[in-house]
Nanobody
Framework: QVQLVESGGTVVQPGGSLRLSCEAS????????MAWYRRAPGSDNERELV??????????YALPSVKGRFTISRDDEKNIVYLQMTRLKFDDSAVYYC????????WGQGTQVTVSS
């Protein structure tokens, strides 16, 4: 069964930190590059790639704005992908999704991150 379940999103003040988790079914997770995407407020905004992590644990940050602030990692025993976010900014507010990097599987429900003072 193809399944992605994101969690950890909440309301946080600017400068705060959050850790997002994504539990993936084995057929998506095992041996694949996994990724975090986000969609900013506004229904017309497409999801943008935030970061990827290879099966070997090598990270890549697609957005210059998150480099040095976000850390993507994975736990192969639990089939979980994490996104540690620090020094959060207003512009980080979005619904965050994880998925296989390519090809993309069916999307999960995402987890809402709101940066607000």
């Amino acid at each position: 069964q193809v399944q992605l379940v994101e969690s950890g999103g909440t309301v946080v003040q600017p400068g705060g930190s959050l850790r997002l988790s994504c539990e993936a079914s084995g057929n998506i997770y095992r041996g694949n590059t996994m990724a975090w995407y986000r969609r900013a407020p506004g229904s017309d905004n497409e999801r943008e790639l935030v970061a990827t992590v290879t099966a070997y644990g090598t990270p890549y940050y697609a957005l210059p704005s998150v480099k040095g602030r976000f850390t993507i990692s994975r736990d192969d025993e639990k089939n979980i992908v994490y996104l540690q976010m620090t020094r959060l900014k207003f512009d980080d507010s979005a619904v965050y999704y994880c998925n296989k990097y390519l090809p993309i599987e069916n999307w999960g429900q995402g987890t809402q991150v709101t940066v607000s003072s």
